[in-house]
């Protein structure tokens, strides 16, 4: 074996206790089989932003998650007018789904709405018998929505301040909008009718539409059973042909800031 020396083996050291602590590398994945190209960017924008200055920036600059949100909202603004389609896919994508004589109808509704998660929507894909996912269309309204809604977050912080020190205020604020819940559902069944896409909403609808009566009636002094009334919430949050309800803590925070003596 003369003139063919051995392979070098390099010896790998154990970490130090410095070296453990720190972030050696870091990757965001986004799953191809549910976006487009006219979608994508709503799904990799600004969370990308976020995540990699929680992987990158000192604990102490990331911990405050509402003044993160802040400045999201900042760079959401600042990737729109670079040319990212992030967040002015919505809007576009909905108009084509609900048509204009329905779209005002159908936003008081999908701007509370959510994609649900990866794997929540990959077992009903894995079920269809013969499937080629390039000419799987995304022109449903859970590739429209949004991965969070900022109008449900609002909702649900105005609910937790409500409720945590009452104010007159919020509280009629709170109410419009679950009369504005409560009365669409009949102003939206026409077009259930006539869209197979939009029926894809019609059940959440149903269900928001009762929901936003039984609670309105429990702010009025009424009674109502609570327990009935959170299975229906759950039913909001369940990824109903891929769609949640954003706004659920808020409606559960209502619920249950009721007395007892409101509920049987």
């Known amino acids: 074996m003369e003139g063919n020396p051995l392979p070098t083996i390099e010896v790998i050291k154990p970490l130090n206790e410095d070296q453990k602590s720190s972030i050696l590398g870091g990757e965001a994945c986004q799953w191809s089989e549910f976006v487009d190209g006219e979608n994508i960017e709503s799904r990799l924008w600004p969370r990308t932003a976020a995540i990699a200055e929680k992987l990158w920036s000192p604990k102490s600059l990331t911990n405050d998650v509402e003044d ?43 701007d509370f709405l959510q994609e649900v998660t990866y794997h929540g929507r990959m077992p ?33 912080q105005k609910v937790k301040t409500s409720v945590a020190t009452p104010n007159d205020e919020l509280e009629n604020e709170i109410r419009s909008q679950l009369l504005i819940w409560k009365n669409n559902h009949q102003a939206l069944s026409p077009y ?35 327990d009935e009334l959170l299975e229906q919430i759950a039913e909001l949050e369940s990824g109903e042909q891929g769609l949640v309800f954003g706004a659920t803590e808020g409606l559960r925070d209502l619920t249950l800031a009721a007395s007892n003596s409101k509920l049987d």
């Open 124 to 156: 009903a894909l894995l079920a269809l018998e013969e499937l080629y996912l390039p000419d799987y269309a995304l022109d449903r309204l859970v590739d429209a929505v949004r991965p969070e809604s900022m109008e449900a977050k609002y909702f649900n």
């Open 192 to 226: 259930f009718k006539e869209s197979e896409k939009l029926k894809d909403m019609e059940l959440l609808s149903a269900t928001l539409s009762e929901v936003s009566t039984k609670l309105l009636k429990q702010l009025d002094g009424g009674v109502i059973s609570r």
């Open 68 to 110: 993160m949100y802040r400045r999201l909202n900042y760079l959401s603004d600042l990737l729109t007018h670079e040319g990212s389609k992030h967040a002015t896919y919505y809007d576009h994508q909905l108009a084509r789904i609900a048509g204009p004589k329905a779209l005002p109808q159908v936003k008081k509704i999908t």
